[in-house]
């Protein structure tokens, strides 16, 4: 049965200009299309967009004391781009739209997306923000992720910053529960809107 495909469209914001999308890629989403595609059983393409091929976009002004208002903001902004697009019937469940940006929405939010939803924002200071908000995007939930142990520690991308921890790796994986979220919502016949709109956390202590 044929499945439509996914697709991650990553605006890079200008003030990433100096970094080159291979290395952008490889530090963000080297390991995050294999994942989603073994997960749902559809190809996965994650395009980076650099600020001169869409200004409109890459020059969004993301920072923001309340992070929901930069998301709503942000959501605008990629349904105009949707408008003008040739195709215009992309579906959200699959096509979502990720902005990258070099500094956090404000001192308490790395990244912030709809769970479920096509559009979030993500700051490279943490390594994993980027999958973590993409993971909110298709259902992927806090309360699910998982801490394992295979020889060592490692914590699955959607653990919360709060209970991060520095001795723990990046697992580069999605829970088994969390990829059960996500396949039943790609999978599912029709989906309801966006729930609610989940921020990731900055706290004090972790900021430079």
């Given at each position: 049965m044929f499945k439509e495909s996914l697709a991650l469209l990553v605006f890079i914001h200008q003030d990433l200009?100096?970094?080159?999308?291979?290395d952008l890629y490889e530090n963000c989403f080297s390991w995050l299309?294999?994942?989603?595609e073994s997960i749902s059983g559809r190809k996965m393409l994650i395009r980076?967009?650099?600020p001169e091929e869409a200004p409109g976009l890459t020059n969004h002004p993301y920072k923001n004391s309340d992070a929901s208002t930069s998301l709503s903001a942000w959501k605008i902004a990629v349904d105009n781009y949707r408008r003008n697009r040739p195709r215009k019937d992309l579906n959200p469940r699959f096509n979502k739209f990720l902005l990258l940006t070099r500094s956090a929405i404000n001192s308490q939010v790395l990244g912030i997306a709809d769970l479920p939803g096509y559009a979030g924002i993500a700051s490279i200071e943490k390594r994993r923000t980027a999958a973590h908000e993409v993971g909110h995007m298709f259902n992927a939930v806090h309360q699910d992720s998982e801490v394992l142990y295979n020889g060592w520690w490692s914590?699955?991308?959607m653990k919360p910053t709060d209970d991060f921890?520095?001795?723990r790796h990046d697992a580069d994986r999605f829970s088994d529960k969390n990829r059960e979220n996500i396949r039943a919502y790609l999978d599912a016949k029709k989906t309801s809107g966006p729930t609610r709109a989940v921020p990731r956390p900055e706290y004090d202590d972790e900021q430079d």
């Amino acid at each position: 049965m044929f499945k439509e495909s996914l697709a991650l469209l990553v605006f890079i914001h200008q003030d990433l200009a100096d970094y080159s999308k291979d290395d952008l890629y490889e530090n963000c989403f080297s390991w995050l299309s294999e994942e989603m595609e073994s997960i749902s059983g559809r190809k996965m393409l994650i395009r980076l967009i650099s600020p001169e091929e869409a200004p409109g976009l890459t020059n969004h002004p993301y920072k923001n004391s309340d992070a929901s208002t930069s998301l709503s903001a942000w959501k605008i902004a990629v349904d105009n781009y949707r408008r003008n697009r040739p195709r215009k019937d992309l579906n959200p469940r699959f096509n979502k739209f990720l902005l990258l940006t070099r500094s956090a929405i404000n001192s308490q939010v790395l990244g912030i997306a709809d769970l479920p939803g096509y559009a979030g924002i993500a700051s490279i200071e943490k390594r994993r923000t980027a999958a973590h908000e993409v993971g909110h995007m298709f259902n992927a939930v806090h309360q699910d992720s998982e801490v394992l142990y295979n020889g060592w520690w490692s914590e699955t991308v959607m653990k919360p910053t709060d209970d991060f921890s520095e001795l723990r790796h990046d697992a580069d994986r999605f829970s088994d529960k969390n990829r059960e979220n996500i396949r039943a919502y790609l999978d599912a016949k029709k989906t309801s809107g966006p729930t609610r709109a989940v921020p990731r956390p900055e706290y004090d202590d972790e900021q430079d």
